[in-house]
């Protein structure tokens, strides 16, 4: 199973000017009832953006964090900190209930998978669910496909995602690619396909998936973005656009030679940045500042440097190995310079302030990134008068015990958003845990 967990590692409305032309039963036991109530919180499909306040979220510095909502209160309930045998014992008692089809309502499974969903968040239980997935992921499939009710589908497409998290499989992914792509295209709840979209980010990553079909998977998701949604049935959806976006980005962390990718992913993207929806541009934007990251590569000990000085990141060559530009990202570089500018700076009065902030922060990271594609998020340019040198990216990530992760990268950024998708406020447990997180993330991992 490492093996194939190091497989897998190394390797609203939204409308662009092209769519301008054109929504219980009680519980037996204290326990259960516990799970219940914690697991009903409102979680949302996809997290907030990455500018809310640290007061919401504690975990990030210099003012960068997510807005959690309710799951960080669910996660602090007395049942997190119960005996193991109490909620392992819940656990046991709720995938039997996921499997045992048969004796079980259209509520009571709704009920089950939201408390699954829970204690796997909560608490990092590998080995009580390792023996159970022959049986667990066809049953939390079946619920997909039935689409009883939009809560227990999205109920169900969570419980995968955050399943395949905990035991990376690559059975997973071939049970459930069929149908996750058949929710994303057909359902007819929002909901359904955006939480389907998500989840199929996460089993592609996770699920020893070939770099060919991970391509393909971010060539479906790209489709949904070049089209606004129209290609699956969710024209201008916000929530889907995004989460195709997000999880593009999220999956090409993992591939090493984007430049074949480059060009029509950049034009979709590109496209996005006229969005009326600042989550939709700030996600694109995003996506843009990776490419860009991608297109400089370090020097190979047996090659000789370019003979264009501009080629070269002198700067980020001083304390580190010698950063070279492989291949340009856009060939309109000078309108895209500029459209950026004019995002990092935007001041219309049909904009909330809070979108403003939230785009003028933003922009500035990602038109930073654009024009010196080595420097990460939230790069300070200040100069350290011990050093001499910039200051670099301030964006560190707090951990338990006094430590820090520093996010000095697109693509450190965008796996720690797409983790946080899924794992939401449990994210520190598992981080702490389970060996899948600290593979995505760990400290000192070289650049991809």
Known sequence: MHDLRRQALESGKTVSRKARSKQASAASSRASSRANSAANSRVPSRAASRQASDEEDGNLSDGTAWST?????????????????????ELGDRMEQIIDRKRSSNQGREESLRAYVHLLTAHYAKEDIENKIGELVP???????????????????????????TEPSEDIYEMALHQLKRTISDSESMLAKTAAIHALGTVTFYGGTSVEETQEIMDFFLEIVES????????????????????????????????????????????????????????AGENIALLYEKSYTELEEDEDPPS??????????????KMVKRYNVYRQEWQLKHTLEELAKVSSRT???????????????????????????????????????????????????????KIDRWWKLHRLQGLRRILQGGFIVHYEHNEVILDSLPYGLPII
């Open 69 to 89: 909502n309710s799951i960080d209160d669910v996660l602090a309930s007395d049942d997190v900190d119960s005996p193991s045998d109490v909620w392992r014992t």
């Open 139 to 165: 049953a939390i499939l079946k619920s997909v496909k039935s689409e009883t009710s939009e809560k227990e589908t999205a109920s169900a497409l969570k419980a995968l995602a955050i399943t395949v998290i």
């Open 228 to 283: 606004d949604g129209h290609s699956i049935g969710a024209g201008d959806e916000v929530d889907v656009v995004t989460a195709s976006i997000e999880e593009w980005g999220f999956l090409a962390t993992q591939i090493e030679d984007m430049e074949d990718a480059t060009e029509p992913a950049m034009e979709a993207f590109v496209e996005q940045l006229d969005s009326s929806d600042a989550t939709v541009q700030i996600a």
């Open 308 to 321: 264009d000085v501009e080629d070269i990141d002198e700067e980020e060559s001083i304390s580190g190995p």
């Open 351 to 405: 904009i909330s302030k809070k979108d403003k902030k939230t785009l003028h922060s933003n922009f500035r990271d990602i038109l930073n990134s654009v024009e010196n594609p080595t420097r990460g998020p939230r790069y300070q340019k200040a100069v350290d008068k011990e050093t001499g040198r910039h200051y670099g990216s301030r964006m560190t990530f707090r951990i338990h015990h006094g430590g820090e992760m």
